[in-house]
């Protein structure tokens, strides 16, 4: 099965600074890469995603890159604020019924003022 | 309009209890899900259904049992509640090949 590895497990960053998380998935059926943000005591919620056939994506202050020749794909957030502060997930997921994300065991920001 | 709705929010209980969670999506999605989340904040799933039929089912206890009447609705029930039990249980949809969207969460405490 598919096995996603996410790292740093904690980051601390002043505010202003770029954050950067990486991951890296085992299967290279996996075609879809989805990020989500877990702010503390609330449900995660999808903040941005990259499909196999494109290599970036941005969305204002937050971008996402994929390797597939090296299985990984990493979040990238410019001119962080304290509202960033939260647990970042990465996951990796194939186009089948199922639908099954595996995640990463998440990331840590603490975006400090 | 809540889009994914699981109820209770939280959920204590006695070891040896039987409980149920109820999550209901009206967002047309024809995927829903059921995922742990351990106090290391791990997010881990357990079933998936596609329009009612089981499509996944992990390495869980056969004291967990998902229900899904329909495809806008998926339940858990518990049997036998044990303390390692304890821990935030998510409700999630999706379109194939798209990103989740997730219920609030059901906390559940076993003492």
């Known amino acids: 099965g598919e096995n996603v590895e996410q790292h740093p497990s904690t980051l601390s960053v002043q505010e202003g600074d770029s954050a950067v998380i990486k991951c890296t998935y085992s299967?290279?059926?996996?075609?879809?890469f989805p990020w989500y943000k877990q702010e503390l005591g609330k449900r995660p919620q999808l903040i941005i995603d990259?499909?196999?056939?494109?290599g970036e994506k941005k969305d204002q202050r937050i971008a996402v890159t994929l390797n597939k020749t090296a299985k990984h794909f990493s979040l990238h957030i410019t001119e962080t604020q304290p509202e960033d502060s939260a647990v970042y997930f990465c996951a990796a997921s194939e186009n089948t019924n199922a639908g099954k994300s595996t995640f990463g065991d998440g990331t840590t920001l603490t975006v400090k003022p | 309009d809540t889009a994914v709705s699981q109820t209770p929010k939280y959920l204590v209980t006695q070891m040896g209890n039987d409980k149920s969670i109820k999550c209901e999506q009206n967002l047309g999605h024809d995927t829903m899900y059921w995922y742990k989340q351990d106090s290391k904040k791990f997010l881990k799933i357990m079933f998936s259904y596609n329009n009612k039929e089981l499509i996944i089912n992990e390495t869980v206890p056969n004291r967990f049992s998902p229900k899904s009447p329909d495809k806008a609705h998926l339940n858990l029930h518990i049997n036998s509640l044990e303390l390692g039990d304890s821990a935030v249980y998510f409700c999630?949809?999706?379109?194939?090949?798209?990103?989740?969207?997730f219920g609030s969460g059901t906390r559940l405490t076993v003492v």
């Open positions: 999630a949809s999706s379109h194939p090949w798209d990103g989740y969207t």
């Open positions: 990259i499909r196999s056939n494109v």
């Open positions: 299967d290279s059926a996996s075609n879809y």
